[in-house]
């Protein structure tokens, strides 16, 4: 629905609906830019930023059944969609500057339509925004006067979810989340007629009704999606449209507030939580940290690289269609330059009069609920509190609340707010009862854990006698992959734009891909086999199928060999090689995929590139490859090498050449030779700063691959309390020692620290007087505290570590995940330890047996030393650093040992 911004265009708008209706009966549908689903023809766009924080990439756009979506009314809400979405279109033309103008926006149609947008620079979960607020959506909500009156009528929620790798989501729990209508796993199945309409259902026993006579006609006008498909469902969150508590949705979500009144951009952060907040015109303000999961409860998410906003609605308006969402833009915003405090906590949150016992750095409280109880929160009168839906200090439930989860928020001035979520006892034991175990949930369906693979993929246009799309490129894939999944996660990393038909399961084609080079210099022996039958391009910014010949389109390849299976049908292995070749003539017989059984005979005999494409993907991968290339000859070598690679009819004499050429670019050997460390000292406040620098060659670089020994000198004498913690950019944080501790080992004189690490940074000394009371007397207490430093081993309330006991393989399969500094999003009803085993899985420190775990087994010594010799191979990819000869226990392992055995390995591998 589009929102009207000033009464006196009232006129107008009857004029234009008057035209949609009669336009609507003749329309056709058209197909529309989208890539959520890909079972209808997908694209991608990418434009500049323009200075803002906005996104680099639509990611995924689905235009769900409803007055747009066969064509109807202003194109820039629909197939420009994409685009718009950018913040890229405006006026007439369409071709606007980014930041030009906001009001410009796609509509998500019904339920269930969306936008996913990706950002290369990764929007922080800051502590510098004013009132938490990470990023703002734009849509084009606004006020009847422009003064505030009635501002939320033409609000038409989306539900906003964020990711940190696109495949995970988490859904931004706005006022309503926890409001007993909200529906959090609504289903909307919408069905083609072949009439250019759609049907529907929805999984709460809801069909289509009889049409009424509104511009949708409801039931809608049919999607594209709907149109290739017989069927189409979508999943999401449903919010409860009440026309008589229109402006309910005090914050968290798309398309309800006012937007600014300048056409400009101006990402200035408005305080959600105040009451009567909408008539701030900054859009809707959104908090990451108010990101949970599937049951309601709290993540953890330090940043985030994706943002879905989805139609959370499915409510007619009659003559101004369906309630569909315009998003016009989502913006990160500006971060103060010092950190904003936290809201203190209240005196006191209490239920049916009983106080509830806060801790710091604790938000989740299990509480006994009733039917009849009050929620009470004791704080300062200018505080603004929130109780689930409602702005008031003290709610009195008259039913259990169904969601079985209370959401209390304070937020005072420019602070960022304190959240607190109380838990049914009874809802939680409930889902503790349904443990998932060596089982993996994605996509609602359950899969094996398995390690990733590596696979080494480019995108070439040599028969055009042109380069690459993409050049050789190793890329990371879950075990079990298909070709067309690997591309399309290529494809998507990179942004570059696609269009396929089938879809990523079944039948996958890709028709084109995203490229603008219009220059050809096509090989001789293809020239002249194409002869007068060669043609023009067909779209400037794409390269695919009828391009140049009736023949021409994209085929894939795999070790050297076209399969005679589709994309989508092909498992990759571990070490494949996937070239994805543009042909020109004969359905591939220009580039070696010829079939004589059909006709089609090879133009020539190429040679195997395979080698070749292996080493300049890994030397395209390293970190530091612009400092390698600077080394000795490596540049004139490697440009050379990719000359080879690129001239379609290389012989294989100048293939093996160019590969033995590179045996030694980018090796570890000449990276380490080439290296130089220095340890600089300098002073930020009352802080002594210790920084490293390295260079390869004479090239400055910060991330150098492989773990190089450092010495950080240390005025004085340590003690067994002293621990050196890394900082990064952050030279006047106020509290280091709760920052990463680092791992090392004191010189004998204690007055140097040597550490071993693979990037720069910087560092300060801090004092830890953490230890457990049960380890005085234990001969691995050492071992034990400089764990417990670290944050390998974590404290807990009975400030015991009981190292007489044994532990079992979910302990010390934790152990090691901590080890590695990785951080982990538990979700409600998982086991604790599940995150990390399927970490362990995945980095192949352990196997499954049967696909069980077997987490309350005992660990054997063997098993630790494999355990051990894993993770330093495969995590810190030591070879020759392994657990051999640091400690020998026969039988099972007592945790005590197990920390000896854990610190041990680390410290003899520096």
């Not at 200035?268 to 959104?286: A, H, L, M, T």
């Not at 055009?464 to 399309?488: H, R, W």
């Not at 399969?813 to 409600?828: D, K, R």
Request: glycine fraction near 8%.
């Amino acid at each position: 629905m589009i929102k009207k911004y000033n009464p006196r265009i009232l006129f107008i708008w009857v004029l234009l609906l008057c035209f949609i209706i009669s336009s609507s009966l003749s329309s056709t549908a058209f197909c529309y830019a989208q890539t959520g689903d890909k079972s209808a023809e997908t694209t991608q766009t990418k434009t500049d930023k323009g200075g803002y924080h906005l996104p680099d990439a639509v990611s995924g756009y689905w235009l769900a059944p409803g007055q747009f979506s066969g064509g109807n009314f202003d194109k820039t809400l629909s197939y420009l969609g994409p685009l718009s979405l950018l913040g890229s279109c405006t006026g007439t033309q369409y071709q606007g500057k980014i930041g030009e103008s906001w009001q410009n926006g796609a509509s998500l149609g019904n339920f269930g339509g969306y936008v996913t947008y990706h950002f290369d620079d990764a929007i922080d979960n800051s502590d510098k925004n004013p009132y938490g607020i990470d990023f703002i959506v734009y849509g084009n909500s606004s006020a009847y006067n422009n003064d505030g009156r009635n501002s939320m009528a033409f609000a038409e929620p989306a539900q906003v979810w964020v990711s940190q790798d696109g495949e995970k989501w988490y859904a931004i729990a706005g006022s309503d989340h926890y409001k007993d209508s909200t529906i959090w796993d609504y289903e909307m199945t919408y069905y083609n007629t072949g009439k250019n309409i759609s049907n529907y259902t929805n999984n709460q026993g809801v069909t289509s009704p009889k049409p009424v006579s509104t511009v949708t006609s409801s039931p809608y006008t049919t999607s594209p999606a709907v149109q290739n498909n017989q069927k189409n469902t979508v999943k999401g969150i449903f919010l409860d449209y009440d026309d008589s508590k229109v402006g309910s949705w005090a914050f968290g979500y798309g398309d309800t507030h006012i937007n600014i009144f300048t056409d400009k951009f101006d990402v200035v952060q408005s305080n959600p939580y105040r009451e009567n907040q909408y008539k701030d015109p900054q859009g809707d303000p959104i908090d990451i940290s108010w990101a949970v999961d599937e049951n309601g409860l709290p993540v953890k998410l330090d940043k985030i690289s994706y943002v879905k906003v989805q139609n959370a609605v499915f409510k007619d308006a009659g003559s101004l269609g369906e309630k569909s969402p315009e998003i016009n833009a989502v913006i990160g915003t500006k971060s103060d330059k010092e950190v904003i405090h936290k809201t203190k906590a209240p005196k006191a949150i209490t239920v049916n009069d009983s106080k509830i016992l806060l801790q710091e750095d604790k938000n989740v409280y299990d509480v006994d609920m009733s039917s009849k109880m009050r929620i009470a929160v004791e704080t300062d009168s200018r505080t603004n509190v929130y109780i689930n839906e409602n702005y008031t200090s003290a709610v009195n439930f008259t039913s259990l609340p169904k969601k079985g989860i209370i959401r209390v928020i304070l937020q005072e001035g420019n602070c960022e707010p304190q959240i607190y979520y109380l838990v049914d006892k009874n809802i939680k034991e409930k889902l503790a009862k349904e443990p998932k175990v060596a089982t993996v949930s994605k996509n609602n369906e359950n899969e094996e854990l398995q390690p990733d693979i590596k696979v080494f993929m480019d995108l070439e246009k040599f028969s055009l006698g042109q380069g690459f799309i993409l050049e050789p490129y190793e890329i990371t894939v879950p075990k079990g992959s298909s070709a067309a999944d690997a591309l399309l996660k290529v494809l998507e990393k990179k942004s570059i734009p696609y269009k396929n038909t089938g879809s990523i399961k079944s039948q996958f084609y890709v028709s084109a891909i995203g490229d603008t080079e219009s220059n050809i210099n096509i090989p001789d022996y293809i020239k002249q086999a194409v002869g007068n039958s060669l043609t023009s391009r067909n779209d400037k910014n794409y390269l695919g199928e009828f391009d140049y010949s009736k023949w021409s389109g994209w085929m894939y390849c795999v070790n050297n060999t076209f399969p005679s299976k589709g994309s989508s049908d092909y498992e990759l292995s571990d070490g494949d090689v996937v070239r994805w070749q543009f042909s020109l003539y004969g359905y591939g017989s220009d580039i070696g995929a010829g079939d004589e059984k059909w006709g089609q005979k090879n133009l020539k005999e190429l040679g195997n590139k395979d080698a070749l494409i292996q080493k300049i993907a890994a030397i395209n991968n390293l970190s530091c490859r612009q400092a390698v290339l600077a080394l000795s000859d490596n540049k004139s070598k490697y440009d050379q090498a990719v000359e080879v690679l690129k001239k379609i009819d290389s012989s294989q004499s100048e293939i093996d050449n160019a590969v033995k050429a590179l045996e030694s670019v980018g090796t570890e050997k000449q990276i380490r030779d080439n290296l130089t460390l220095s340890v600089q000292k300098s002073e930020a406040g009352d802080k002594v700063i210790y920084s490293t620098h390295a260079k390869i060659g004479g090239t400055e670089v910060s991330d150098f691959i492989y773990p190089m020994t450092m010495n950080i000198p240390f005025s004085g004498k340590s003690t067994k309390d002293t621990m050196l913690c890394d900082i990064g950019n952050n030279l006047y944080i106020t509290n280091p020692e709760k920052k990463p501790v680092v791992f090392g080992k004191w010189n004998d004189q204690g007055n140097a620290f040597t550490i071993m690490d693979n990037k720069t940074s910087n560092y300060v000394f801090a004092t830890s007087k953490s230890s457990f009371s049960d380890t005085g007397k234990s001969s691995q207490q050492r071992y034990i505290n400089w764990l417990l430093q670290r944050n390998v081993i974590k404290e807990n309330k009975e400030q015991k570590y009981y190292p007489d006991k044994f532990i079992t393989r979910a302990e010390f399969v934790q152990m090691l995940a901590n080890l590695s500094g990785e951080t982990f999003f538990q979700q409600t009803g998982e086991p604790w330890y599940y995150q990390a085993e399927k970490w362990a899985v995945h980095e192949g420190i352990i196997t499954l047996d049967k696909n069980e775990f077997h987490p309350g087994a005992f660990v054997s010594g063997k098993e630790m030393k494999v355990m051990l010799d894993n993770y330093m191979l495969n995590i810190e990819k030591q070879k020759n650093k392994t657990a051999s000869g640091v400690i020998s226990v026969k039988g099972n392992v007592t945790r005590g040992q197990a920390a000896e055995a854990v610190a041990r390995t680390i410290e003899n591998s520096l």
